[in-house]
């Protein structure tokens, strides 16, 4: 990821950030994991990616449900 700001990749840096979101919610740790996947969806929308967008709503709304943020989860479904 740091390479990928070096570069200003801001696709590849959006990419890397919603993957380390993957990696702390497959460890239970919910909040780093929102953290990072806010962080992407920030990104990916200035780019205007819909598709990686929605990609990150999805894992966002996961997150969401791992912490029981039903409403958040639900939000970030239908969003996506």
């Known amino acids: 990821m740091v390479i990928s700001r070096n570069l200003n990749d801001r696709f590849n840096e ?3 950030l919603d993957y ?3 990696v702390y919610r497959r460890q239970n740790k919910y909040a780093q994991a929102i953290d990072y996947h806010q962080q992407s ?3 990916f929308r ?3 990616t819909p ?3 929605a990609i990150v709503l999805c894992n966002l709304g996961m997150a969401y449900l791992g912490q ?3 409403e ?3 939000n970030s479904f239908q969003t996506a």
């Open 14 to 16: 959006a990419a890397y």
């Open 20 to 22: 380390l979101g993957v």
């Open 41 to 43: 969806l920030a990104l």
């Open 46 to 48: 200035q780019l205007k």
């Open 51 to 53: 598709r990686s967008e």
């Open 68 to 70: 029981e943020g039903y």
């Open 72 to 74: 958040q989860a639900l």
